[in-house]
Every structure is written in C-alpha cells, then in structure tokens.
C-alpha cells in the first residue's frame, strides 16, 4: 500500500502531518474522497435498481461493495488503480454503457462532477437505466447551476445529514471545515419531467454499530 500512495504525485500541503498519515494536501490527489458506506445504504433504503449496475468511478470500493452486499451486479471502474475493480478507465472517453444504471460519488473539481453527470445521463438514455450520483449540497442552490437544474431536474433529491467523504485511512482525521459539507444523492430516471420529489435520509440508521430504526422506505416520496 505504501508504495503505491508514495508513487502518487501529492498537491501542496496546507496542514501539519498527523503522525503516521500522510500530509494533507490542498486537494485529494485524483479527488479521491471515498463514500462512507452509511450513504450507500441510506440510498438502497428508498431507490431499487433493477439491473446491472456500473460504478465508474469506484475508488477502493466503497460504493461498490455496499451495492454488491446488497445483491446487485455491480462493473467498477476507476481511471486510478486503487486495487479495487478495473482501472485505467477514463469514464469521460467510454463511449458506450457498461451496465444498465450508473451510481457513483464522481470528482468534483475542475468541473468533473458536470462532466461525469452529462456522460451518465447520455448512457442512461441508451440503457433506459436510473443514474444516482452523490454531489455536494451547495452544488444544488448555486446561482451558475439554477437553469442547468430546471432543465434536468432529477426525480427524487434525498439529503443526507451526516456523513463526511475523506480518506482518514491515508490522511488522519478529516480537517474541521471539511466536514462541515453536507450531500444529496440525486436521482435521474427515464422521461422524467417536472418538479423533484425530495425526501431526507438519517446516515445515523445506516451506521453499523448503531441500531437500524430505518423509516426511510416507509416514508419515501412517491
Ligand atoms: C470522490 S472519489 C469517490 C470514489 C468512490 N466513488 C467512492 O464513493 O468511494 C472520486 C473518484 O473518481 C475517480 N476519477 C477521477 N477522474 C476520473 C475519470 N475521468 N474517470 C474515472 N474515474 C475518475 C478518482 O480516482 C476517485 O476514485
């Protein structure tokens, strides 16, 4: 493991090193900034996804696993080898569907969280499939994006109020303004029109270790 994180190209650091972790750069190399699994089930708790799914950015699995524990046929991919499914694929460059639905948390930066949005909506549209995608919470009330919303409006919005996207296992404890960012999964299904129906999700009844009191699928919009 160690090799591998050393051969990787670190951004400048903006935090002391924590003992036995690697500095905290700026920003993850390759936007790495895994799902904890909580998010994953919350999701399985109120979607069904009845086919193939494809996971295409799936870094070490995180998404991945909880999608296959769950009994899916799950294609992971990533364009980082991370020792989990099939690397070196640039989900950008694909240029056909490998499952029937896509879900993932996709890079955010330099507008790759748009990028991996379009490309799945496009492949969806072949497979006639669902797309659930992870996204940062300011990302849906944010003057640039207000028009692209209206024009795609996803069919179901589900907050999700208490999880935190970061590498501790490399990089020590998440910094204290990382997590203050909230998430949403959204989900685009075929031939929607119209308003979002939007629901919120517990991370807490999805948390192993912790008592699951999941009202989520009782409760889920219709
Ligand atoms: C926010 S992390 C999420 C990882 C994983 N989906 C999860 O939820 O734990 C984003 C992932 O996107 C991958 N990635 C970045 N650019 C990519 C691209 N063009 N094609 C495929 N994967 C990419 C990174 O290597 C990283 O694993």
Redo the contacts with the bound molecule.
Sequence with gaps: MMSILLGRPLARSSSPRVAGFLPVPRRIP??????PPEATRALLSVERFDGSIW??????G??ARELSAAGHAVVAT???D?GYGLPG????RETRPRAKHIV????YGSG?ADAFITQSLAFARQTRGTVAMLLNLASLAHRTRTCWWRDHPPSRLYAIDDIV?WPEHRYGPAPSHFTKHRYFWAVWTPNHQGPSAFWWLSAAEFRIGQPSHNNNKKRRPS
């Design positions: 390759n936007e790495y900034y895994p799902t996971e295409p950015a799936c870094g070490e995180a998404i990533d364009l980082i991370y694929l640039d989900f950008l993932t948390n996709p890079p790759l996207c």
